[in-house]
Structures are given as C-alpha cells and as structure tokens.
C-alpha cells in the first residue's frame, strides 16, 4: 500500500507538470519543460503516435534537474492531449510544431536534440532551421523517411490500394492500431522533408543508440544517419537484446550515459 501512494504520488507531481503552448485560437500543444534562462536545454522529441506521458521523458526531465539543465518534450498536434485530429497531421506539420515550440519555450538557448523513431527524423528537419542552436544530437531507434522506406514498402497491395483510394486505412502492428493517410504519405515523399540524402557538415557530437532486436527499423537507418554528419564525433551504441523503444531502465541509464558524452563534448 506504502508503495502504490507513493507511485501516485510521483504520478501526481509529474501530471502537474503538463503546461500548454497556444499557437492560435484553434491549437494548443501539451509540453513539460524545466526552465532555464541561460543553461544548455534537452529537448526531446517522441516517436509516432507517442505521447509525453512514459518512461523516456520521465527520465530525461528528471536528468535535467539533476544536473541543472533546461529540458523541453512536446507532444505534436493530434498527439496525446495537444488540440488537433491525428489523421491531418503529417511530417511537416509536426516538425513545425516542434519547432513553434521551441522558438516560444527554450528560445536562443543551446540545445541537446534526442529523437525516439520518427522523433529522430524530426530533429533531422530542426538542423534546417536551427542549426546554430543545435550542440549535440541523440537518436533512438533512429526512423528517418520511415514513411516511404519502411511502412509503405511492407504494405500489402490491398492496404495501399485503400490508402489511394479511400484515403485511409487501419494498420495493425506490435499490438497497435494506427490511422495511415494517404495526405501523411504524400507529404514524407516531399523533397522538404528528405534527410538522408543532405549532408549536415557540421562538428557537433553525434550519436545513434539502436536496439540489436529491433524488429520495426532496421539498424542501417543509424548507420545511414551518421553517414549524413561528415564532420561530427560520430557513434553507434547498438545495445544487445535491445527492443526498438528502449525504454527499460537499463537502457535509459546507457542512453543517459551518453547523454553524459555529448554534454563533455559540447563546445
């Protein structure tokens, strides 16, 4: 009984910890956040269909605080409990959500990117953006372009013909269900939103943690990542029995050791 009070208590004190960011009349985005004026940030960004509510935010704010650090994660429009429908979003739209949020929340300061799945490929878009922010760069399970390379490519024909032709379709995968458009494909094929095929020369530390026994993306697509900084301290943690989320506490104590890296090496 001692133990549940206390779990809920925690609960409590993090759910408080949700604020809201209005963009305009109609959206508003979820974010936590631990504010400092001048201090390096963490911002981390979730994966697809994810919200701010599980372990790896959790232990990221905490990381932060421990070692005086700003911290921001979002939740993107139609995610979670931001305003806005799932099926309108798409890689652009997100991206910009995530970066109107940064702008208004972390604003000039220097930030420390970490991307889980499709947040990796988010943070990818920020380098075009925000650059001169950005001091070092984690992804987890790293999905750039997982839109076209992974998701459509393993659609069967009847899924992708309804897709084109209703607009969307219910996909089942590791025991989820999410709605795939046809607008959100369109829009990762767009040029705007290609990553892999742009070069980002810049001497920042870089690094991809990957799950040896990730079965929803491939290891190659951190390996394809690093070969995108050609100027950077560059590194591939492939963490062994590693699911694609790592969210274990084990895991996220070798992803925070390497958040510990990139901070050492931060200019």
């Known amino acids: 009984m001692v133990e549940l009070y206390y779990f809920k208590s925690i609960l409590i004190l993090y759910m408080k910890k949700f604020k809201f960011l209005k963009i305009s009349k109609t959206k508003k985005l979820r974010y936590i956040s631990n504010y400092y004026k001048k201090n390096l940030y963490i911002i981390f960004l979730p994966g697809f269909a994810s919200d ?9 704010l905490n990381y932060a605080k421990k070692n005086k650090l700003g911290f921001l994660a979002l939740e993107y429009s139609g995610y979670g409990k931001s305003s806005g429908e799932f099926t309108k979003g798409n890689i652009s739209t997100w991206a910009n959500d995530a970066k109107q949020t940064i702008k208004n ?18 943070c990818l878009l920020l380098f075009k953006s925000i650059k001169k922010q950005i001091k070092g760069f984690i992804g987890i399970g790293s999905a750039p372009e997982f839109l076209t390379r992974i998701m459509w490519k393993k659609f069967s024909k009847k899924t992708k013909s309804e897709i084109i032709k209703k607009g969307i379709s219910k996909i089942k995968n590791g025991g989820y ?21 742009v070069k980002i020369p810049m001497k920042i530390p870089v690094t991809m943690v990957h799950g040896q026994k990730d079965e929803v993306v ?50």
């Open 52 to 60: 701010i509510e599980g372990d790896k935010p959790k232990k990221f």
């Open 105 to 122: 929340i972390v604003k000039k300061n220097d930030i420390i990117l970490i991307g889980s799945s499709m947040g990796a490929w988010i």
């Open 177 to 197: 269900e999410y709605l795939i458009t046809n607008q959100l494909i369109k829009d990762g094929r767009k040029k705007q939103n290609k990553v892999l095929n």
């Open 218 to 267: 491939p290891i190659k697509y951190s390996r394809e990542v690093l070969k995108i900084f050609s100027k950077a301290k560059k590194k591939l943690n492939i963490i062994k029995k590693g699911d694609h989320s790592l969210s274990s506490k084990k895991n996220l104590n070798i992803i925070c050791k390497e958040l510990d890296n990139i901070i050492n090496n931060t200019n």
